[in-house]
Structure formats: structure tokens, C-alpha cells
């Protein structure tokens, strides 16, 4: 059989015309700051080839008035579909070694008075980026005592929102992680061979809540970390200054941010200085 023979039928079955594909990625980037460049059309096509099928749909354009018409259930699901989940346990770990070292002693320094911390992962995905940091607060602060410590975790994804709560991964998941690291923090699951459930010490740092950064934001902070890595790569310039404006109104002078090592802030906005690699202080 030819590979591509599913494939041509379903391009036949349903088509994305110019104006379909703009009317969409006007509509995601209205909705979650994302910008789709015009070499994205075969990857917004591969994800909603599904929702057509499984809505009923006939065509692309049935799907367009479904999702303008701003039917909350679906705009969450074409939200779901074309975010990208790429993440793993100490992705970029120069950022967890400066947590662990310079910056936690910092502010167990800043906040002895007020013994409290509060960190926020904007972008958790399926959990290993707040889980890690979660490991390294246990490690780092454990000889602090009724430290209120709290560690918000989100993501504009509600699907991977959920599976990060569950705390349940592979053992292809922890690969490189140490053994003395991973045996104390993962757990067998008990009927499940080679899954492994996060230590009930960590989750007990994190809430997870589905957020859009684009929403209003519940929380009032401040927080005195923020890790927002590997996210406004897929905003535009004018997205990006909108978005760490208003994080910069969450964080006192001082406090530190976190960005992925394939952005930067440069000509974004005045209210971080850059400190180490991908590292920033609020100013």
C-alpha cells in the first residue's frame, strides 16, 4: 500500500483553503498570541484533520464558523491541538543549577522575614518542567522550616494540564536523571509496568490550573521566579511586550525569570536585565 494514499484521499476528502488557513491562524493568534507563519498550514492541517472527523464535519469551513461563532468547548480544543508539547525532567538544567544555587540562597536571604516563596512555571505542559523545580526546592530548602512555599503551574493546554496533575510517567521519561534523584522521587505504579508516579512531597508544592496567559490572571504574586521557557518563540514582537509587562507587574525588583535559550528580550522590553544565560532580574 502507499503510504501516501490515506493521505491524498484525505486532502481530496478535505480541503484548507487560503482563506480557511488565514481565518484560522487569525483566530489562534486572537486567542493565544501564537503566530502562524505560512509554513505551519500542513501542521494546522495534520492536527485538525481530527476534530473534522470526529465533530462530523465535512469541511474546513464548517470547522472556521464553529470556532468563530467562539464556542468555548472547541476553541479549547483547537487550542489543545496546535500548542506544541515538547518538554522533559531538567530541559535546559544551567537554569536549575543557578535555582538551586544563587538564586534560592538569595532569597531565602531576601525573604527571611516574610518566610515565604512563591515560583510559577507559565508553561508546565505535562509537568517535568514544575516537577524538577519541585525537586530542587526539596533538595535546596530542605533545612528551612515552616517556609510557606508554593510553586503555581500552568499551561494553555487543559489536556496536558491533566496529565501533569496525575504525576504518572514512563520510564523512558527519566532517562539521565540520577539514580539517587530518581529513586527518591518516583515511585513504581503499582499494576502499571515501567510507569512511575511522582512522590505526593512534591505535588503537595504545586497547584495546576489551565490558564491562557492571554486571559486575565487569577494570581496577584508576587512571584519571585517565573520560568517562561520556550513560549514566546511563537509570539509576534508586540505579543511578547504585552506579556512580560505583565509579568514584570507580578515581580518585585530583584526577582528572577527564566526564558528558553532560543529567545531573548532584547528590544521586547526595559523591565529585566539580563543576568546569565537566559536569566533575568526584574529591574
Same mark, same amino acid.
Given at each position: 500500500?502507499?503510504?501516501?494514499?490515506?493521505?491524498?484521499?484525505?486532502q481530496?476528502?478535505f #480541503?484548507?483553503?487560503?482563506? @480557511?488557513?488565514? %481565518? =484560522?491562524? *487569525?483566530?489562534v &493568534?486572537?486567542?493565544?498570541?501564537?503566530s +502562524?507563519s505560512?509554513?505551519?498550514?500542513?501542521?494546522?492541517?495534520?492536527?485538525?484533520?481530527k476534530?473534522?472527523?470526529?465533530?462530523? #464535519?465535512r469541511?474546513?469551513? @464548517?470547522?472556521c %464558523? =464553529?470556532? *468563530?461563532?467562539? &464556542?468555548?468547548?472547541?476553541?479549547?480544543? +483547537?487550542?489543545?491541538a496546535?500548542?506544541?508539547?515538547?518538554?522533559?525532567f531538567?530541559?535546559?538544567?544551567?537554569?536549575?543549577?543557578? #535555582?538551586?544555587?544563587?538564586v534560592?540562597?538569595e532569597r531565602?536571604?531576601?525573604?527571611?522575614?516574610?518566610?515565604?516563596?512563591?515560583?510559577?512555571s507559565?508553561?508546565?505542559?505535562?509537568?517535568?518542567?514544575?516537577?524538577?523545580?519541585?525537586?530542587?526546592?526539596r533538595?535546596? #530548602?530542605?533545612h528551612?522550616?515552616?517556609?510557606?512555599?508554593?510553586?503555581?503551574?500552568?499551561?494553555?493546554?487543559?489536556?496536558?494540564?491533566?496529565?501533569?496533575?496525575?504525576?504518572?510517567?514512563?520510564?523512558d521519561?527519566?532517562?539521565?536523571?540520577?539514580?539517587?534523584?530518581?529513586?527518591?522521587?518516583?515511585k513504581p505504579t503499582?499494576?502499571?509496568?515501567?510507569?512511575?508516579?511522582?512522590?505526593?512531597?512534591?505535588?503537595q508544592?504545586?497547584?495546576?490550573?489551565?490558564?491562557?496567559?492571554?486571559?486575565?490572571?487569577?494570581?496577584?504574586?508576587?512571584?519571585?521566579?517565573?520560568?517562561?521557557?520556550?513560549?514566546?518563540?511563537y509570539f509576534?514582537?508586540?505579543?511578547?511586550?504585552?506579556?512580560?509587562?505583565?509579568?514584570?507587574e507580578?515581580?518585585?525588583?530583584?526577582a528572577?525569570?527564566?526564558i528558553g535559550?532560543?529567545e531573548?528580550?532584547?528590544?521586547?522590553?526595559?523591565?529585566?536585565r539580563?543576568?546569565?544565560?537566559?536569566?533575568?532580574?526584574?529591574?
Amino acid at each position: 500500500m502507499n503510504p501516501n494514499s490515506s493521505a491524498t484521499a484525505a486532502q481530496r476528502e478535505f #480541503l484548507l483553503t487560503d482563506d @480557511e488557513f488565514n %481565518r =484560522l491562524r *487569525e483566530l489562534v &493568534h486572537r486567542y493565544t498570541g501564537i503566530s +502562524l507563519s505560512d509554513g505551519k498550514r500542513e501542521l494546522v492541517y495534520g492536527r485538525l484533520i481530527k476534530r473534522l472527523r470526529t465533530l462530523g #464535519l465535512r469541511s474546513f469551513a @464548517e470547522y472556521c %464558523r =464553529l470556532v *468563530e461563532s467562539e &464556542h468555548p468547548e472547541e476553541l479549547q480544543e +483547537l487550542t489543545n491541538a496546535i500548542t506544541t508539547n515538547l518538554t522533559a525532567f531538567f530541559r535546559e538544567d544551567h537554569h536549575f543549577q543557578q #535555582l538551586a544555587g544563587e538564586v534560592l540562597a538569595e532569597r531565602e536571604q531576601n525573604n527571611a522575614a516574610s518566610r515565604r516563596l512563591r515560583l510559577w512555571s507559565s508553561a508546565c505542559s505535562t509537568g517535568e518542567e514544575p516537577y524538577s523545580i519541585a525537586m530542587v526546592l526539596r533538595e535546596a #530548602l530542605a533545612h528551612l522550616r515552616n517556609w510557606d512555599v508554593r510553586l503555581l503551574a500552568t499551561d494553555i493546554d487543559s489536556n496536558v494540564v491533566a496529565k501533569a496533575a496525575q504525576g504518572n510517567y514512563n520510564a523512558d521519561r527519566l532517562k539521565g536523571m540520577p539514580v539517587a534523584r530518581r529513586q527518591r522521587w518516583f515511585k513504581p505504579t503499582t499494576g502499571r509496568s515501567k510507569v512511575f508516579s511522582i512522590a505526593s512531597e512534591l505535588k503537595q508544592l504545586i497547584t495546576f490550573k489551565q490558564l491562557n496567559l492571554f486571559d486575565p490572571w487569577p494570581m496577584r504574586g508576587p512571584f519571585d521566579v517565573i520560568f517562561c521557557r520556550n513560549v514566546v518563540i511563537y509570539f509576534d514582537k508586540p505579543t511578547q511586550r504585552k506579556l512580560f509587562e505583565r509579568m514584570a507587574e507580578l515581580q518585585e525588583p530583584g526577582a528572577w525569570l527564566f526564558i528558553g535559550h532560543s529567545e531573548n528580550l532584547q528590544n521586547v522590553t526595559q523591565r529585566y536585565r539580563l543576568v546569565g544565560r537566559t536569566a533575568y532580574r526584574r529591574i
